[in-house]
Nanobody, 116 residues
């Protein structure tokens, strides 16, 4: 099993920045990639960004150039640095770990609110 704990959400004005963190514990060696998803009220959960164990990254078009995903292997932590935030970025952000056997693990989510 993999346990994920997110932190770093909050209220930010449009154009501002936030950094989300996701600390992983448990069966770390089983993780193939980690990523971030988000879900706004009334909408489906959508993929935001992902990073593999080797450090390869990928982003949704809607956040490309504004968000950066990174990882600190020593701390078993993945980060999502978000810049130039827009009201449409407001959502609950979920950390995801995808394992080599095809299992998905989720954190509890952290709220990001973008409002003036």
């Amino acid at each position: 099993q993999v346990q994920l704990v997110e932190s770093g959400g909050g209220l930010v004005q449009p154009g501002g920045s936030l950094r989300l963190s996701c600390a992983a514990s448990g069966s770390i060696s089983s993780i193939r990639s980690m990523g971030w998803y988000r879900q706004a009220p009334g909408k489906q959960r959508e993929w935001v960004a992902a990073i593999t164990t080797s450090g390869l990254t990928n982003y949704a078009d809607s956040v490309k150039g504004r968000f950066t995903i990174s990882r600190d292997n020593a701390k078993n932590t993945v980060y999502l640095q978000m810049h130039s935030l827009k009201p449409e970025d407001a959502a609950v952000y979920y950390c995801n770990a995808y394992t080599y056997i095809g299992a998905n693990h989720w954190g509890q989510g952290t709220q990001v609110t973008v409002s003036s």
